[in-house]
């Protein structure tokens, strides 16, 4: 990546657009892992390039109000495109964060089928190589 360069909402709004539609309509959920009783989230950034990141929970179960925590060993960017399960401290809701080694966000409680089965679908994000192929899980909210 080059030493200016940026990744803006619009370039991953474009990307999401472009190329995600039809892999969000296709791709299913994998295991998951239910918070609590562990509310948090690891990503791992490969050394290879053209390896998208990893994260330790695949799909992630959690309830409403609960607090999730996000660690990575690079920084990332974490995007969701469509519906989000997050909110900021003064109650807005939250489509993207940077994770530069943790962060801690609340899953928000004022819509009842929000990110229900199959679950709120985001991407991952490095913020060190913008060519390097994104990662899209899933978050499910319980009820």
Sequence with gaps: MQENAVITPLAVVCAL????SAAVAQ???GPRQNCPPRCGI????P??????????VET???RPGQEVSWESNQ???VVFPEETPFVSRNGRPVYQFNVRASHRLRIRDDSDQLCSP???KYMVIDL???QRPPLDPYIIIDR
Aim: charged share 15%; hydrophobic share 35%; net charge negative.
């Design 17 to 20: 657009t472009l190329g995600l």
């Design 27 to 29: 791709a299913q959920p």
């Design 42 to 45: 690891g990503i791992e950034v």
């Design 47 to 56: 050394e290879n390039p053209a390896h998208s990141p990893r994260v330790d």
């Design 60 to 62: 992630l179960s959690a």
């Design 75 to 77: 920084p990332v960017l």
């Design 118 to 120: 199959p679950g709120c």
């Design 128 to 130: 060190g190589n913008d």
